[in-house]
């Protein structure tokens, strides 16, 4: 039992290119989400979704696009990357049954 | 807005004493709060949750309670270790969707 899985761990990007985080998980949860984690910020929601084909704004959208066609996946995109993108990325997910939220392992995104 | 405050982002006490961490929060009624442990380079790990109906939970070594009307909850561990040594987090939940937002954390070392 995996339970959340990013990929990839670690990614160098130059600014302007484009991405996209994968966050897999295998325990059924309804509710996903995209963390960002910087020194000094903690954790700030980027974007959720409460089940397969829905996604919703969170603290801090810009500049990423989200898409969740099965359960299971939850996609980050980045459109054009900036400087101000790099940073920890965190994916988590939850049920209605179980309140504690599960995390992957982590990205570590570094755009110059 | 809303807020979290995390008493200091350092904390350092002696084996075999109790630690004890403060989680402040402003402009919120969260119903529920939940606290997470994060080792280095990896994700959050969920510990335990405490609704607004309880003032205190307890699991092993870990206590934690919840004072709606100081705003405030209090994360102890009692005959600490090295081992527990880590930035603890804090995360009222707020909104719809179970969004957690989460304090910036206290580090907590634990010296032998």
């Known amino acids: 039992n995996a339970g959340v899985t990013q990929t990839p761990k670690f990614r160098v990007l130059k600014t302007g290119q484009s991405m996209t985080l994968l966050c897999a998980q295998d325990?059924?949860?309804?509710?996903m989400y995209w963390y960002r984690q910087d020194p000094g910020m903690g954790l700030r929601l980027i974007h959720y979704?409460?089940?397969?084909?829905?996604?919703a704004k969170g603290e801090v959208p810009d500049g990423y696009n989200v898409s969740r066609l099965k359960k299971q996946n939850f996609l980050l995109g980045l459109e054009s990357a900036a400087p101000s993108q790099t940073s920890v990325y965190f994916c988590?997910?939850?049920?209605?049954?179980?309140?504690?939220?599960?995390f992957g392992s982590g990205t570590r995104l570094t755009v110059v | 807005s809303q807020k979290i405050e995390q008493n200091s982002e350092a904390l350092n006490i002696q084996e075999g004493k109790t630690a004890t961490l403060t989680c402040n929060y402003t402009?919120?009624?969260?119903?529920?709060l939940q606290w997470y442990r994060q080792d280095p380079g990896r994700g959050p790990v969920f510990l335990l949750l405490i609704r607004e109906n309880e003032k205190e939970k307890r699991k092993e070594r870990l206590k934690v309670t919840f004072d709606t009307t100081l705003k405030q909850s209090l994360f102890h561990i009692t005959a600490s270790q090295p081992a527990d040594s880590a930035t603890y987090l804090c995360a009222p939940y707020s909104g719809s969707a179970r969004q957690l937002t989460f304090g910036s954390g206290t580090q907590l070392t634990v010296l032998p």
């Open positions: 988590a997910s939850g049920s209605m049954a179980d309140y504690g939220y599960t």
């Open positions: 402009n919120y009624s969260p119903a529920y």
């Open positions: 979704s409460v089940g397969e084909g829905t996604t």
């Open positions: 325990m059924n949860h309804e509710y």
